[in-house]
T-cell receptor
Framework: DQQVKQNSPSLSVQEGRISILNCDYT??????FLWYKKYPAEGPTFLIS?????DKNEDGRFTVFLNKSAKHLSLHIVPSQPGDSAVYFC?????????????FGKGTKLSVIP | NAGVTQTPKFRVLKTGQSMTLLCAQD?????MYWYRQDPGMGLRLIHY???????AKGEVPDGYNVSRLKKQNFLLGLESAAPSQTSVYFC????????????????FGPGTRLLVL
């Protein structure tokens, strides 16, 4: 059973517009969430994170929103740039033993069209 | 500071052959991980280590063994490769909570592409 779901395999957005990537989770023990970006032939790189005690975290053009009651988080990229074209993975960490382990979603491929 | 490096970058094996993937990190991180990424499957944890000399199973450990003899190295072994082990393998590391400059994330290597025929 997939505990972290990214239901959109791909997303296309015009340059300058907002990109919204969604992620749903089922495990109520998750208390920390991360977004990673991955370019082809490279490893994932950390983008932004949010703790369950917050509902929003911003870092430049990137904002992550967390809705705990809906078990949903989203990554907003504004404005989108062609260099943002990559696969984005949502990941979650559970409280307690093994809390350093991350559970990843399947990823969403973002294409930003110039 | 090279971060996390992986050797080799690409390898082709025949069914039944064995090989070892090497991961090295120069960030003095306590925790290290091996993942595999398959199309449409995201990243799945194979094995991990919480310190030198310790290892533990992840989500998909069957067919793999690991060793962490030195803090900076984490080896992933395939004793008898199978076509189902064709994948891209990523190593990652993360620091102990509270370490100087700590950020709660994992740092990934560039990956090893393995093809088993």
């Amino acid at each position: 059973d997939q505990q972290v779901k990214q239901n959109s395999p791909s997303l296309s957005v015009q340059e300058g517009r907002i990109s919204i990537l969604n992620c749903d989770y089922t495990n109520s023990m998750f208390d920390y969430f991360l977004w990673y970006k991955k370019y082809p032939a490279e490893g994932p790189t950390f983008l932004i994170s949010i703790s369950s005690i917050k509902d929003k975290n911003e870092d430049g053009r990137f904002t992550v929103f967390l809705n705990k009651s809906a078990k949903h988080l989203s990554l907003h990229i504004v404005p989108s740039q062609p260099g943002d074209s990559a696969v984005y993975f949502c990941a979650a960490r559970a409280r307690g033993a093994g809390s350093y382990q991350l559970t990843f979603g399947k990823g969403t491929k973002l294409s930003v069209i110039p | 500071n090279a971060g996390v490096t992986q050797t080799p970058k690409f390898r082709v094996l025949k069914t039944g052959q064995s090989m070892t993937l090497l991961c090295a990190q120069d960030m003095n991180h306590e925790y290290m991980y091996w993942y595999r990424q398959d199309p449409g499957m995201g990243l799945r944890l194979i094995h991990y280590s919480v310190g030198e000399g310790t290892t533990a199973k992840g989500e998909v450990p069957d067919g793999y063994n690991v060793s962490r003899l030195k803090k900076q190295n984490f080896l992933l072994g395939l004793e008898s490769a199978a076509p189902s082990q064709t994948s891209v393998y990523f190593c990652a590391s993360s620091p102990l909570a509270g370490a100087e400059g700590y950020q709660e994330t994992q740092y990934f290597g560039p990956g090893t592409r393995l093809l088993v025929l």
